[in-house]
């Protein structure tokens, strides 16, 4: 715990005080237009979304720079975006994409093939890192790693004229077309990064229909419409203001008071509320998540199998979606969510029983049960509204069966760095799809190759077969054999019990009924293009 | 209150047996005290909160943990007198529980403090020179800061948990008592009593402890009264933000950190460890100002 901490929760009673305090007020970001304030939980760490994995970054810069292919609507199903087709070889390993042609930049350089290359090429070389802090973090993990590591696939990226880019991959990639979509592969202006790679993080130039204004850190974001965007009668919004307010309730309170427009991160005990005011609207996005709690598979007694499963029959997770999702969740018991292709149905849960737990402990020696560090985090996120009493009530189911457990709440960054080293022993996370890959979910949760430090594979479990088997499904590009093989990973995944799959949840937003089109979209954050205000 | 004291001495002096002509200034103030209405209320509340402390576990129907996700946020009744909270745990049992960790932390943080400081004050004022100047720029250093501040970065530097904030609660009340004992002994050094037992060739080591001490903790006594109140509050802010009371521990100030999200649609997971916060908070201030009124010379006519 350190003084960080402290200072963001004395921040927190600041504005906690101020929202409440100005609640009579009325708006102060008056002027020309139409204005959007989007209320949420935390400033972004970096505007350059090749640099972070965060939503908070996404939410912003999704809106500023854009990719070659696009999701749908409301669904993880792929379609043109920068590029306006594409082929693929008969061997899966060619890919060609046309690009829309007559597009600019926001600083007025036009886009086209080179630019994709030269953006493509920035990601694979670590050298053009603008700090040695910093990490082309996503482009590793979906294309296996940097040029020249061994798993690389990009082959290579040429432009083959003006608007024709050709990649050449060395293996074929199932996902790679969803790959392109993601948020982290938004094509930046060249001539930006090049003039000062730093500043580019703080200032970003790519083509969408917000051009990037200014930053107040900690407070707020402004971006403002691109009057030359290539899609014509877009964005409908003048300017969005993207305001940081850290309390979900405290936020919920700026919204029913008319500071903000539309809030993300709505407690799940509020969503009743929202629907009863007339002059509210709830927002659900389509759920594309899991929460789960993770043990430590390398260390004691977490190494022993009847352990993890005798923990997996104490959570009473119909309990924990009635006490903190207000029903807006549905219990888990694969790592990937039910909406996926590639769900498995037929995996049977480990039911909630208190006695078969007790009776696995015994088998495994651990008849008096011991003690553990259990992690909660410290801030909501979409999957865990509340990860600090999710875990309060976990430890007193867990007390029932001789486990004693302490939970140790770091703030954000630290829990997020102590996890990747495998400091806990238990501890809660979550994972929002970016992609709707099966191969998202797996691969990069509980993967050997993501065990190793920094991991993301925070239970640290290594298993040969299930290894073997996920390389396969992502070499492969039929997906029907692709699904045959993600069914057999969650049941080599559930028998092993590396986690205890707590719930799916459907996180909710709330906004002001004259918000029109806002579609909350199942990666995590929203195209606000669309969307429109009508007083 | 002052006009009493001499009625007092009279009936001591008329139902006395005779053989103490001189009445004991300490029984004379016990009885001012039980005369003095705000004390005893305050004190009484005191003693509530201390009994119900000690027998909490024989009353509870519900134990302060036992979680029921179908009996969550329930409003006050007769089987939840207290309503339930979002858990679904008794809300009555979780407060009860909390006056044992408040009164507990509480009162080991200010016997800490006062053993401490008024040692260290003792030294500074009994022995002066550089002994002085050290503890006092002690004290001046912590007083420097914001009282709970300092507790934040104290407990951020310890670890989160009850016990590290009691310690820090602790720590930033010793200069409190500190420089009090310090001027009190600043001020009975220079009484005839102490130049004369140093006149007989008194050690210094006898002449603090039964000269000064006791003439100098009358205001200690009084000031930790008034800092459990203080202590409590701090206990309750420190649990607030997370760096006191872990869970499952019902501390109120955790409690009602707990709550905030439910303070328009459940106000009563808020209201009722708010109001025992306030109640103790006030039973020990109500207690300490007759103490004060009670015990200081000045405040007598």
Same mark, same amino acid.
């Given at each position: 715990m350190n003084m960080k901490k402290s200072l963001l929760i004395a921040v927190g009673f600041v504005l906690i005080l101020s929202t409440v305090l100005a609640g009579c007020g009325g708006k102060s970001a008056g002027g020309q237009g139409k204005t959007l304030i989007y209320g949420r939980g935390a400033d972004s760490p970096q505007l350059d979304p090749a640099l972070v994995t965060d939503g908070e970054s996404f939410r912003v810069t999704e809106n500023v720079m854009e990719t070659?292919?696009?999701?749908?609507?409301?669904?993880?199903e792929v379609k043109p975006g920068l590029a306006k087709d594409w082929e693929q070889s008969d061997d899966g390993k060619t890919w060609t994409f046309h690009l829309r042609e007559g597009i600019q930049f926001h600083d007025g350089t036009p886009f086209n093939a080179e630019a994709v290359v030269f953006n493509f090429e920035r990601w694979m070389n670590q050298e053009m890192k603008p700090s040695k802090k910093d990490d082309f973090t996503y482009y590793a993990s979906m294309f296996g790693g940097f040029k020249g590591d061994e798993g690389h696939i990009i082959e290579s990226v040429k432009a083959v004229d003006e608007y024709t880019v050709q990649f050449q991959l060395k293996e074929s990639q199932g996902p790679f077309l969803q790959n392109l979509a993601m948020s982290p592969f938004a094509i930046a202006s060249p001539k930006a990064v090049k003039a000062d790679p730093a500043e580019f993080a703080q200032h970003p130039v790519g083509t969408g229909p917000f051009k990037?204004?200014?930053?107040?850190?900690?407070?707020?974001?402004?971006?403002?419409?691109?009057?030359?965007?290539?899609?014509?009668?877009?964005?409908?919004?003048?300017?969005?203001?993207?305001?940081?307010?850290?309390?979900?309730?405290?936020?919920?309170?700026?919204?029913?008071?008319?500071?903000?427009?539309?809030?993300?991160?709505?407690?799940?005990?509020?969503?009743?509320?929202?629907?009863?005011?007339?002059?509210?609207?709830?927002?659900?996005?389509?759920?594309?998540?899991?929460?789960?709690?993770?043990?430590?598979?390398?260390?004691?007694?977490?190494?022993?199998?009847k352990v993890?499963?005798?923990?997996?029959?104490?959570?009473?997770?119909?309990?924990?979606?009635?006490?903190?999702?207000?029903?807006?969740?549905?219990?888990?018991?694969?790592?990937?969510?039910?909406?996926?292709?590639?769900?498995n149905e037929k995996v049977?849960?480990?039911?909630?029983?208190?006695?078969?737990?007790?009776?696995?402990?015994?088998?495994?020696?651990?008849?008096?049960?011991?003690?553990?560090?259990?992690?909660?985090?410290?801030?909501?996120?979409?999957?865990?509204?509340?990860?600090?009493?999710?875990?309060?009530?976990?430890?007193?189911?867990?007390?029932?069966?001789?486990?004693?457990?302490?939970?140790?709440?770091?703030?954000?960054?630290?829990?997020?760095?102590?996890?990747?080293?495998?400091?806990?022993?238990?501890?809660?996370?979550?994972?929002?799809?970016?992609?709707?890959?099966?191969?998202?979910?797996?691969?990069?949760?509980?993967?050997?190759?993501?065990?190793?430090?920094?991991?993301?594979?925070?239970?640290?479990?290594?298993?040969?077969?299930?290894?073997?088997?996920?390389?396969?499904?992502?070499?492969?590009?039929?997906?029907?054999?692709?699904?045959?093989?993600?069914?057999?990973?969650?049941?080599?995944?559930?028998?092993?019990?590396?986690?205890?799959?707590?719930?799916?949840?459907?996180?909710?937003?709330?906004?002001?009924?004259?918000?029109?089109?806002?579609?909350?979209?199942?990666?995590?954050?929203?195209?606000?293009?669309?969307?429109?205000?009508?007083? | 209150m002052s006009t009493n004291t001499p009625t007092i001495q009279k009936e001591e002096q008329g139902t006395g047996p005779g053989t103490e002509p001189v009445d004991s200034p300490l029984r004379d103030n016990l009885r001012a005290l039980l005369r003095h209405r705000s004390a005893m209320i305050g004190g009484g509340i005191i003693l509530f909160f201390i009994l119900i402390a000690l027998i909490a576990p024989l009353l509870l129907p519900y134990g302060y943990n036992q979680i029921d996700p179908d009996a969550r946020l329930q409003a006050?009744?007769?089987?939840?007198?207290f309503g339930t909270d979002d858990f679904g745990r008794d809300i009555f049992a979780r407060v009860i529980y909390g006056a044992r960790i408040s009164l507990w932390v509480g009162?080991? +943080?200010? #016997?800490?403090?006062?053993?401490?400081?008024?040692?260290?004050?003792?030294?500074?004022?009994?022995?002066?020179?550089?002994?002085?100047?050290?503890?006092?720029?002690?004290?001046?250093?912590?007083?420097?800061?914001?009282?709970?501040?300092?507790?934040? +970065?104290?407990? +951020?530097?310890?670890?989160?948990?009850?016990?590290?904030?009691?310690?820090?609660?602790?720590?930033?009340?010793?200069?409190?008592?500190?420089?009090?004992?310090? #001027?009190?002994?600043?001020?009975?050094?220079?009484?005839?009593?102490?130049?004369?037992?140093?006149?007989?060739?008194?050690?210094?080591?006898?002449?603090?402890?039964?000269?000064?001490?006791?003439?100098?903790?009358?205001?200690?006594?009084?000031?930790?009264?008034?800092?459990?109140?203080?202590?409590?509050?701090?206990?309750a802010a420190l649990g607030f933000i997370g760096m006191g009371a872990q869970p499952p521990e019902p501390e109120w100030g955790k409690m009602l950190s707990d709550s905030r999200a439910f303070i328009q649609s459940a106000p009563w997971t808020m209201v009722f460890p708010g109001l025992a916060i306030m109640l103790t908070v006030l039973g020990f201030n109500l207690l300490g100002d007759g103490l004060r009124d009670v015990f200081d010379p000045r405040m007598k006519q």
């Open positions: 070659l292919v696009e999701y749908k609507k409301k669904s993880m990037f204004k200014s930053w107040k850190k900690g407070d707020s974001i402004t971006i403002v419409k691109n009057e030359d965007y290539w899609q014509e009668g877009l964005p409908k919004l003048d300017r969005v203001i993207f305001e940081s307010i850290p309390d979900n309730s405290a936020r919920f309170t700026a919204l029913q008071s008319g500071d903000i427009d539309v809030m993300d991160g709505l407690n799940p005990d509020d969503a009743k509320r929202v629907e009863k005011n007339e002059n509210l609207q709830l927002l659900k996005r389509p759920p594309n998540n899991v929460g789960y709690l993770a043990f430590n598979t390398e260390k004691e007694p977490f190494d022993n199998k993890r499963q005798a923990i997996n029959h104490a959570v009473n997770k119909k309990g924990l979606i009635k006490s903190f999702y207000a029903g807006l969740a549905e219990p888990a018991k694969n790592p990937i969510p039910p909406s996926m292709w590639g769900y049977e849960p480990y039911e909630y029983d208190l006695d078969k737990a007790k009776q696995l402990l015994k088998e495994a020696g651990y008849e008096d049960g011991f003690k553990a560090t259990f992690y909660a985090m410290p801030e909501p996120r979409p999957y865990m509204p509340d990860g600090k009493k999710i875990a309060e009530y976990i430890q007193a189911d867990l007390k029932k069966i001789g486990i004693e457990v302490e939970i140790v709440s770091p703030e954000w960054q630290t829990y997020l760095e102590d996890t990747e080293q495998g400091k806990h022993e238990m501890a809660l996370l979550g994972w929002t799809g970016d992609n709707g890959d099966p191969d998202n979910f797996l691969y990069v949760l509980l993967d050997q190759d993501n065990a190793r430090v920094p991991a993301q594979n925070i239970a640290f479990y290594k298993n040969e077969q299930l290894h073997d088997i996920l390389i396969k499904a992502q070499r492969e590009t039929e997906q029907s054999k692709r699904a045959e093989l993600y069914k057999k990973a969650q049941h080599i995944i559930h028998e092993d019990a590396p986690w205890v799959p707590l719930v799916y949840s459907t996180p909710s937003l709330a906004a002001q009924s004259y918000v029109k089109g806002y579609q909350p979209h199942p990666k995590g954050s929203d195209s606000l293009a669309e969307v429109d205000i009508e007083k | 006050p009744s007769g089987e939840h007198w009162f080991f +943080a200010i #016997s800490g403090s006062i053993v401490v400081g008024s040692a260290l004050g003792l030294i500074a004022g009994f022995y002066g020179g550089w002994r002085d100047t050290l503890i006092s720029r002690l004290f001046d250093i912590l007083l420097a800061f914001p009282a709970i501040l300092l507790a934040i +970065a104290i407990v +951020a530097m310890l670890g989160p948990s009850l016990e590290n904030a009691m310690y820090a609660i602790a720590i930033i009340n010793v200069p409190t008592f500190g420089r009090l004992m310090r #001027s009190r002994v600043l001020a009975v050094k220079q009484e005839d009593y102490v130049l004369a037992a140093r006149a007989i060739g008194m050690k210094d080591r006898r002449i603090l402890f039964s000269h000064i001490l006791p003439n100098s903790w009358t205001p200690i006594m009084v000031q930790g009264t008034l800092g459990f109140a203080t202590a409590v509050l701090e206990a």
